[in-house]
């Protein structure tokens, strides 16, 4: 693959983005609301986190819901085909809302539009959106938005270029935990992935706009950030002075916000010195995301994974060594081509041998221009759906077991919001990353609180304040 390197944004085209918007705000046919649809991940999350900052820089409010707003923007995800449909499915809803709202303007962005051939898909076959654009042409937002609103026809943007915009303006979700996006993009080329092809090469934010930024969310009060990446293990790479992801989490520790978390990390790139970190720092939550994806060492190589069953369960180990009870978290698939039953039990029972404390558990779904929806074998869907339930029991059975061990512990829960079962409690994450239940109100939420975990109900956590 040709070497491709990184575009920064320079602070003159933002600016250049800061006067479109301000061109939008006085004109008098813009859409006065938005609303922003987000599917995906948590850098898609935070993606729409600035697309909501942006549109408020243009002058416009949030509107609650998709039917009330003039300007709806679907930030779409392609990881797999039902996420892809669904976003699909509800842009087509949305033709039918305008029927009533004439003056909607529609805008899909996103992974989805950066896949080959989607740029057209859209002139072809929905027609009615009126913008779209692609995961690299975020900071656009005003011009686009701007030619859009003097255009009658789609407007389209999709490049394909490595891009780092910083200090784009950001509406976020919560006041008391942020995400900072550290890297982006990917290099790995797993091969039943479609995210390097829409997510562009590897590239890493320099560290002192990220210290920078980390210092500005202590400031505000920030009390958890979550640093995003999809392989942030790898972070530095390509930046001057051999900068590494654990020597980014040792000047993030000394900040002093009281909780920091990271995702999504590749066992192939987990080190020893950033396990080491880990145990030593104050700060760094005692939980990590380890995608395993596979318990066969056949399979884990036609993934091109690049570490075998063996590699994995050491990384486990060590990380289990320097940071004891550490909260395990994983990424697991079923039916990728070729999966034999006996194979397929090698990944039930890798998930019985860790004992996670949750999974998200795929079946493959074929991506065009990926390797592997080349390869012979495709299991059928009644196989792949047998054993995702078979995979779910399996997890299910080992996470009670894991979870059982904070009963009768400490822990410290950050509260996000009452609990959806009933408004006398509350619900938060504690450090090691389960979510736990306990008597509350509603000014608790955004306050860290030291729980004693009690019981576990239906799989989740519950206690009481000490
Ligand atoms: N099919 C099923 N699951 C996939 N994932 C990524 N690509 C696919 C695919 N084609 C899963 C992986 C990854 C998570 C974010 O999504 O488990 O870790
Ligand atoms: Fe996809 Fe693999 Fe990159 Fe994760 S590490 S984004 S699964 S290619």
Same mark, same amino acid.
């Given at each position: 693959m040709a070497e491709r390197k990184p575009v920064h944004i320079t602070p003159e085209e933002l600016a250049e983005?800061?006067?479109?918007?301000?061109?939008?705000?006085?004109m008098a046919n813009r859409p006065e609301s938005y609303h922003v649809v987000t599917y995906g991940c948590q850098m898609n999350a935070h993606d729409s986190e600035k697309l909501a900052g942006m549109l408020r820089d243009m002058g416009m409010t949030e !509107?609650? =819901?998709?039917?009330?707003?003039?300007?709806?923007?679907?930030?779409? /995800?392609?990881?797999? *085909?039902? !996420?892809?449909?669904?976003?699909?499915?509800?842009? =087509?809803?949305?033709?039918?809302?305008?029927?009533?709202?004439?003056?909607?303007?529609?805008?899909?962005?996103? /992974?989805?539009?950066?896949?080959?051939? +989607?740029?057209?898909?859209?002139?072809?076959?929905?027609?009615?959106?009126?913008?779209?654009?692609?995961?690299?042409?975020?900071?656009?937002?005003?011009?686009?938005?701007?030619?859009?609103?003097?255009?009658?026809?789609?407007?389209?943007?999709v490049e394909d270029v490595d891009t780092i915009a910083e200090d784009l303006p950001v509406k976020r979700l919560r006041n008391d935990a942020a995400y900072i996006t550290i890297m982006y993009g990917c290099d790995n080329f797993c091969s039943y992935c479609i995210v390097p092809y829409v997510r562009g090469r590897e590239r890493s934010r320099d560290m002192e706009a990220i210290l920078k930024e980390a210092r500005e969310l202590k400031e505000a009060g920030v009390k958890e950030i979550m640093?995003?990446?999809?392989n942030v293990n790898s972070y530095g790479k390509g930046l001057e002075g051999?900068?590494?992801?654990?020597?980014?989490?040792?000047?993030? *520790?000394?900040?002093?916000?009281?909780?920091?978390?990271? +995702?999504?990390?590749?066992?192939?790139?987990?080190? *020893?010195?950033?396990?080491?970190?880990?145990?030593?720092?104050?700060?760094?939550?005692?939980?990590?995301?380890?995608?395993?994806?596979?318990?066969? *060492?056949e399979i884990l190589r036609r993934m091109n994974r690049r570490y075998t069953r063996a590699q994995y369960l050491d990384r486990v180990r060590k990380l289990r060594e320097s940071v004891p009870g550490i909260g395990l978290t994983t990424d697991i698939i079923v039916g990728f081509p070729g999966e034999t039953e006996e194979q397929f039990r090698d990944t039930l029972s890798i998930v019985k041998e860790v004992g996670y404390d949750s999974a998200f558990t795929f079946i493959y779904s074929p991506r065009t221009g990926t390797v592997a929806a080349r390869?012979?074998?495709?299991?059928?869907?009644?196989?792949? =759906?047998?054993?995702?339930?078979?995979?779910?029991?399996?997890?299910?059975?080992?996470?009670?077991?894991? +979870?059982?061990?904070?009963?009768?512990?400490?822990?410290?829960?950050?509260?996000?919001g009452l609990s959806r079962r009933s408004d006398a409690d509350v619900s938060g994450h504690g450090r090691h990353g389960v979510s736990i239940t306990f008597p509350g109100t509603e000014a608790d939420i955004g306050q860290i609180i030291r729980v004693r975990v009690t019981a576990m109900k239906n799989?989740?956590?519950?206690?009481e304040r000490i």
């Open positions: 983005q800061r006067r479109y918007a301000a061109m939008i705000s006085a !509107a609650a =819901t998709r039917e009330e707003a003039g300007f709806v923007i679907f930030n779409t /995800c392609c990881v797999r *085909d039902n !996420a892809e449909r669904r976003a699909l499915g509800n842009v =087509t809803w949305l033709k039918e809302v305008r029927k009533r709202n004439p003056k909607l303007i529609i805008a899909v962005c996103g /992974c989805m539009i950066q896949q080959p051939g +989607m740029a057209e898909k859209i002139l072809r076959q929905y027609r009615f959106v009126d913008l779209a654009f692609g995961t690299s042409n975020l900071y656009k937002l005003p011009q686009l938005l701007y030619q859009t609103l003097n255009s009658d026809r789609t407007v389209i943007e640093l995003l990446g999809q051999g900068v590494t992801f654990a020597n980014l989490l040792r000047e993030l *520790d000394e900040i002093g916000i009281p909780r920091i978390r990271f +995702m999504t990390s590749h066992p192939k790139d987990l080190s *020893d010195e950033l396990i080491e970190v880990m145990g030593k720092s104050r700060h760094i939550l005692p939980q990590f995301h380890l995608p395993v994806q596979h318990g066969n *060492d390869m012979d074998g495709q299991i059928p869907e009644d196989i792949a =759906t047998d054993r995702i339930k078979r995979l779910i029991a399996a997890q299910e059975e080992g996470q009670r077991k894991a +979870m059982s061990r904070f009963i009768g512990m400490e822990e410290e829960v950050l509260v996000e799989n989740t956590l519950v206690g």
